[in-house]
């Protein structure tokens, strides 16, 4: 619902924060002013060594702003991106941002059913849609494939889900956050029916409340979480412990699931497609994983 006047050419972008860092790298990783945080060690190895040193600077507004005004005005970028979810306050947060920083600013949506249109309007402001286009249809084409499936799916078929985060696994991503919609789209169920907790920060839930939901599937991030959840007493019972269908969400070099939840979660439709709906997928995911990664970040995998 914004109006925003934009350079005819636009050389330079400053992400907004890691959300938009990422979307931005995958579409024109050249246009990049500078960047929002450090990429992960884990991310490295995907990531050309000559974006590694660009300037920082830090993430522009929210709970975790840290923005670097020098390191900005030094690079002067001709606009300034925020990619993601639109909040309630979203206009009064770009227009703030804009007039705090008296450079044009552009919020683009970008949901896992608004991936492609995200790509496409980038292409469009950048003027280079050849790159774009590709990208945008790789993300419409997995995105009509699990609207498909799910739209087919009965429900005794639906394979129910529990995310375990955080050291104790009791921190979740709840059913119906942004955060959450991977599973949402495979056309799981999320066992989480609880709050939902903005900022990415999760909804803390209690042992008691996994067992009740007794889970098909359990999802982590981390390997010492995977290790608690599989040989813990605790967690013995569930269901998805005894049929050993506890699995450590790919995150390299950003996290297939939701943290951030980028377009790396478009790689986690088809990586949690093919372990929830493998007849329905049919999905050789190693392959699957070479295309992803030589389209969005540039590397032929081995």
């Known amino acids: ?13 400053a ?18 002013a500078g960047i929002a945080a450090d990429f992960p060690d884990k991310a490295k190895q995907l990531i050309d060594e000559k974006y590694w040193s660009l300037p920082k600077f830090g993430q522009f507004y ?30 009064e947060d770009m227009n703030n941002l804009q007039e705090q920083m008296d450079i ?9 059913d608004t991936m492609d249109k995200a790509y496409v309007k980038i292409g469009e402001l950048i003027g280079d849609t050849k790159d774009t286009d590709r ?13 498909s499936v799910n739209a087919a799916l009965t429900g005794p078929e639906r394979v129910s889900v529990y995310e375990a985060f955080d050291e104790s696994g009791l921190s979740t991503n ?37 067992m009740n939901w ?10 010492g979480v995977y290790q608690m959840v599989t040989t ?13 269908r506890v699995y450590i969400i790919p995150d390299i070099p950003y996290s297939c699931m939701g943290n951030p939840p980028s377009v790396n979660r478009v790689m986690g439709i088809l990586w949690l497609g093919s372990i929830l709906y493998p007849a329905q997928y049919g999905t050789d995911i190693k392959s699957e994983f070479q295309e992803f990664y030589k389209l969005f970040y540039h590397v032929e995998l081995t």
């Open 62 to 91: 929210g709970k975790n702003a840290s923005l670097n005004m020098e390191a900005l005005i030094a690079e002067a970028p001709d606009v300034i991106i925020d990619i993601g979810e639109a909040k309630d306050t979203i206009v």
């Open 104 to 112: 044009p600013v552009i919020f683009i949506e970008a949901t896992l």
């Open 232 to 244: 813990d007493k605790a967690w013995s019972e569930l269901d998805a412990v005894k049929s050993g």
């Open 135 to 147: 990208l945008a249809e790789y993300c419409r084409s997995v995105s009509e494939k699990a609207d």
């Open 1 to 13: 619902g914004r109006e925003v006047e934009i350079p005819v050419e636009i050389d330079s972008i």
């Open 174 to 210: 709840a059913r119906g956050s942004f955060q959450g919609e991977v599973i949402d789209k495979v056309g799981g169920v999320n066992v989480a029916d609880v709050e939902i907790v903005s900022a990415g920060s999760g909804s803390g839930v209690s042992l008691e409340q996994v």
């Open 15 to 32: 992400p907004s924060g890691p959300l938009a860092q990422i979307v931005l790298y995958t579409a024109c990783p050249d246009k990049l």
């Open 214 to 223: 007794n889970p098909d599937v359990i999802l982590v991030e981390e390997p």
